[in-house]
């Protein structure tokens, strides 16, 4: 449902200002370019599928996604993928659209997402397929499961032979559809914002080389030290073979560091202590269980160590019953067993009962995931709590498209960076109570604002249409009754009722205009007046 009954037909060409297209039941692919309020044309059709849509029973929409200012990628929903040069869109004189590369790829797909890029000289484009397939394995959940395959299409130059071909194919598979799935503008990584999350399925041989990795982490799962602390000393206990005699160990002390060494292996432990200790009063002896014995004398008394080696995790820590119930007693006054001890208190616990019904959403958490393109890892993972996803929107077509998370009851547009580590993701505007706003809509079918965040908009299933605008200052003044204080802005809102009862099956909103597709008409709203 989530994945085609939400599905928006209606796509934005974010490289061309107030650019639509559409594909029609015919398989025409039909556009709208504005420059004119006062002259409007038709819809032209600038590309029609070769395939007879008819014929197919279970085929899924056409899709389409505009990889650069100059490339686009296309499927009519039976599982054939278009690579298509268009030259410049939005003007007939320029605009040609000419088949590079179509081929069947399985079974049927949408475009989620696509980037063109030049790598070694080498032109290519990647696209994110999304499918959801049935999963014979499962029988107790949905009986289905989602893959994002990730196609990458190269340039090919042989002598006499100018083409484009299938370089690499990766799939991802989850189990829920994914609210954003993106490819990185240099075709490097893909993040994606789910419900449950993805993984790379591997080929066999990777599987086995998985499997001995895990089976090697689990033989290292046992500690390889315990330890324990007072507020004098420390005690480890190291466990070592049978055959280790007194003579083949060798511990060494420093103020700051030290070091175990049995035969002549390698130090069994070393490195820098957590604190010094008094390296002349440290002994160590052999216990009848064939068990190393460490007393390491702390030089300052009292501070509790957090680590014995810093860095060094192979040991496991042991707390005696005094020392927790010590700290149990050091955190009762965080706790009580009275629902509010305190009602005269100024900020009151959060009482769920007192949410309101549009508060709530169904999936509780869900996540945002990087995946490096060449390792197939995951190199950064942010559980995104309460922050629920509401929509995308591309700022900069030669960016990643940005995300909107509701942030109690604002809504913060978020900009991924994929080539600034230490700033991967950017809030750069926020539409205030939008959050809340939106939770109250019940019958809502799509959301979207204009890439400069002068409004936000959302649509019902029939007819309705809600503009939110940004604060803009008062010209004239104006005061709060309750708080007697003066107001310097004011954000309207603005509904709009469509002129037909026809289920909205696209929504697209633009600096200065909203477009709206139903079944049988293309509305235009103007919201803002350009400059």
């Known amino acids: 449902m989530h994945a085609f009954g939400m599905y928006n037909y209606l796509h934005l060409d974010s490289w061309y200002q107030d650019n639509v297209y559409y594909v029609d039941q015919f398989g025409r692919v039909m556009n709208l370019s504005v420059t004119l309020d006062t002259a409007l044309q038709k819809p032209r059709e600038v590309f029609r599928l070769p395939t007879d849509l008819t014929a197919y029973d279970n085929r899924l929409c056409a899709s389409i996604h505009f990889s650069s200012s100059t490339w686009v990628t296309l499927s009519d929903g039976t599982g054939r993928l278009y690579l298509i040069k268009s030259g410049k869109r939005g003007n007939s004189a320029s605009e040609k659209w000419e088949i590079v590369f179509n081929e069947e790829l399985g079974s049927p797909f949408i475009i989620a997402h696509s980037v063109s890029f030049v790598k070694s000289d080498k032109h290519s484009v990647a696209v994110l397929l999304l499918r959801v397939e049935k999963d014979e394995l499962d029988t107790k959940g949905s009986g289905f499961h989602i893959t994002l395959e990730w196609v990458t299409i190269a340039e090919i130059s042989e002598e006499g032979d100018h083409r484009y071909d299938i370089f690499k194919r990766r799939v991802l598979q989850g189990k829920s559809v994914p609210h954003y799935a993106a490819i990185e503008p240099s075709g490097d990584g893909l993040m994606i914002v789910s419900y449950k999350p993805f993984k790379f399925m591997q080929d066999e041989d990777d599987k086995l080389e998985e499997n001995d990795n895990a089976e090697a982490t689990n033989e290292r799962k046992d500690p390889l030290y315990y330890w324990q602390q007072t507020e004098d000393d420390v005690t480890i206990t190291v466990h070592i073979p049978r055959d280790i005699t007194k003579d083949d160990i060798k511990v060494r002390f420093s103020p700051d560091n030290m070091c175990v060494t049995l035969k002549d292996q390698p130090p069994l432990m070393e490195g820098k202590l957590y604190s010094s200790v008094d390296h002349e009063s440290c002994t160590w002896i052999i216990r009848e269980n064939k068990s190393l014995e460490i007393s390491l004398i702390k030089k300052n008394e009292g501070p509790r160590w957090p680590e014995l080696i810093v860095g060094d995790t192979r040991g496991e820590f042991i707390m005696d019953s005094s020392q927790c119930s010590e700290i149990t007693e050091s955190l009762m006054h965080l706790t009580s067993e009275v629902m509010n001890p305190n009602p005269e208190k100024e900020n009151p616990p959060c009482n769920a009962q007192e949410l309101e019904e549009c508060d709530a959403f169904l999936e509780d958490s869900a996540s945002l995931c990087r995946f490096d393109g060449d390792t197939l890892k995951v190199t950064h993972v942010i559980n995104l709590g309460s922050n629920q996803y509401l929509f995308s929107v591309v700022v900069d077509p030669r960016e990643m498209p940005c995300f909107c998370l509701r942030h109690d009851v604002d809504a913060l547009l978020w900009q991924p960076h994929s080539d600034q580590p230490e700033n991967m993701w950017e809030h750069i505007a ?102």
């Open 430 to 531: 926020t539409f205030n109570a939008l959050g809340y706003v939106q939770a109250s809509k019940q019958d809502k079918k799509f959301m979207a604002c204009a890439p400069d965040y002068s409004y936000a908009a959302l649509c019902e299933c029939l007819r309705r249409v809600f503009i939110y605008r940004q604060p803009t200052p008062l010209s004239t003044v104006l005061y709060n009754r309750k708080e007697g204080r003066q107001v310097g802005q004011v954000a309207k809102q603005l509904v709009a009722t469509l002129e037909a009862s026809d289920p909205i099956l696209g929504f697209q909103a633009t600096n200065e205009r909203l477009f709206v597709l139903t079944t049988k008409t293309l509305f235009l709203i103007k919201v803002n007046s350009g400059n």
